[in-house]
T-cell receptor
């Protein structure tokens, strides 16, 4: 089983749509959870950390379900600039990040 | 806003040569990392470095690789005797004590011919 699993997509959505990304992780000892975005041939950029209580940052909402080992990201009112690959990332401590393969999002006019 | 920087942005080398990739982490950060991403694949952890020593390394990080913090600002990855399969984007990352978020540099694209 992969350490971090994501649907590879691509997800094609029109501007203004709501889109949801899901992710599962296999290591129950994972302690920290993140969503990064990556544009083509660029570095991963931190989008948000994910907490058990859920957290929201503008149009973005992240949820964590430790019992199900499941992480989600919701983007509301999607913009053309949201087109990117969204990476689900977990860490067991203060050290290495374990990346999923990413889900590609294409937002069209 | 402070950022991680990396040089060079693109390095072309011949098989068997040695390369040094350089990174300047965010100035007050204490933990440093190298990751790589082969084209079309996921980002993979190579090594973490704290308090002037390696704290964790992956199976990829074998004797061909080494890291160093030669001064108070630079963090380097040396790849000896490069192979074709070393061609990838190499990302440096750093983080402070808390919170645990890691911030990535723009990467060095290494092409081994």
């Amino acid at each position: 089983r992969k350490e971090v699993e994501q649907d590879p997509g691509p997800f094609n959505v029109p501007e203004g749509a709501t889109v949801a990304f899901n992710c599962t992780y296999s290591n129950s000892a994972s302690q920290s959870f993140f969503w990064y975005r990556q544009d083509c041939r660029k570095e991963p950029k931190l989008l948000m950390s994910v907490y058990s209580s859920g957290n929201e940052d503008g149009r973005f909402t992240a949820q964590l379900n430790r019992a199900s080992q499941y992480i989600s990201l919701l983007i509301r009112d999607s913009k053309l600039s949201d087109s990117a690959t969204y990476l689900c990332v977990v860490s067991t401590g203060f050290q290495k990040l374990v990346f999923g393969t990413g889900t590609r999002l294409l937002v069209s006019p | 806003e402070p950022e991680v920087t990396q040089t060079p942005s693109h390095q072309v080398t011949q098989m068997g040569q040695e390369v040094i990739l350089r990174c300047v982490p965010i100035s007050n950060h204490l933990y440093f990392y190298w990751y790589r991403q082969i084209l079309g694949q996921k980002v993979e952890f190579l090594v973490s470095f704290y308090n002037n020593e390696i704290s964790e390394k992956s199976e990829i990080f074998d004797d061909q690789f080494s890291v160093e913090r030669p001064d108070g600002s630079n963090f380097t990855l040396k790849i000896r005797s490069t192979k074709l399969e070393d061609s990838a984007m190499y990302f440096c990352a750093s983080r402070g004590m808390v919170p645990p978020e890691q911030y990535f540099g723009p990467g060095t694209r290494l092409t081994v011919t």
